[in-house]
């Protein structure tokens, strides 16, 4: 069974950093690209960062390019985002999704194959 974790959300002030974890059980993560997505209430959940299975390339909303940055591990099954300089819009559930390899990146919802649960991310300004 495929599982996706979330983990580290919280509240945090304008300004401040998060860093978020998802940790995947159940398939074989190196052949898998890897992406962060987030859903801010009344709204569509929206692509956030993608990264490849190797992590030799990835792909960011330009609104978080500079601030977000996706990593991973594939030794320990995780895949990251840190989040620097955090603005109140970025208050959303973040959510960690995989799909099978590809040599190019998705950001469409609908593209990818498994999603984890959530994490809540508050920014207050």
């Known amino acids: 069974q495929v599982q996706l974790v979330e983990s580290g959300g919280g509240l945090v002030q304008a300004g401040g950093s998060l860093s978020l974890s998802c940790a995947t059980s159940?398939?074989?993560?190196?052949?898998?690209?890897m992406g962060w997505f987030r859903q801010a209430p009344g709204k569509e959940r929206e692509f956030v960062a993608a990264i490849t299975w190797s992590g030799g390339s990835t792909d960011t909303l330009d609104s978080v390019k500079g601030r977000f940055t996706i990593s991973r591990d594939n030794a320990k099954n995780t895949v990251n985002l840190q989040m620097n300089s955090l603005k109140p819009e970025d208050t959303a559930v973040y959510y960690c999704?995989?799909?099978?390899?590809?040599?190019?990146?998705?950001?469409?919802?609908?593209?990818?194959?498994?999603w984890g649960q959530g994490t809540q991310v508050t920014v207050s300004s």
């Open positions: 999704a995989a799909v099978g390899w590809s040599s190019y990146l998705k950001r469409r919802v609908g593209e990818y194959t498994y």
């Open positions: 159940g398939l074989t993560f190196s052949t898998y690209n």
